[in-house]
Nanobody, 128 residues
Framework: QVQPVESGGGSVQAGGSLRLSCPIS????????MGWFHQAPGKEREGVAA???????SYAESVKGRFTIAEDNTKKILYLQMNSLKPEDTAMYYC??????????????????????WGQGTQVTVSS
């Protein structure tokens, strides 16, 4: 398992968009979930989006309708498209493999507990 390497973060104004990227490695045919997490200063790390091996997606309530998780199976890259960004989205963002066959609610504690390995993350800052 290679440590995830997230990229694409930056500083934007409220209402703006960013797309985060994360190369997927270590699995020739993925059978587990992949997820995106965020962690704001002083808060716990929380899952915001998940995609299982069949392409089914799930989202935390706070990002539903604004964020989209997707996977490029050819390039082996995981994406998080973030639209209509809000100041409360400001956080460090991480991608990770999650050892669950069906992702379920990414904001749940079980989802975070099953993470294989954390990367360094990429910072997203949204100004009002």
């Amino acid at each position: 398992q290679v440590q995830p390497v997230e990229s694409g973060g930056g500083s934007v104004q409220a209402g703006g968009s960013l797309r985060l990227s994360c190369p997927i490695s270590g699995y020739t045919q993925r059978t587990y979930c992949m997820g995106w997490f965020h962690q704001a200063p002083g808060k716990e790390r929380e899952g915001v989006a998940a995609i299982d091996s069949d392409g089914a997606t799930s989202y935390a309530e706070s990002v539903k309708g604004r964020f989209t998780i997707a996977e490029d199976n050819t390039k082996k890259i995981l994406y998080l498209q973030m639209n209509s960004l809000k100041p409360e989205d400001t956080a460090m963002y991480y991608c990770a493999t999650v050892l669950l066959r069906r992702c379920g609610d990414p904001s749940g504690g079980l989802f975070r507990q099953q993470v294989v390995e954390w990367g360094q993350g990429t910072q997203v800052t949204v100004s009002s």
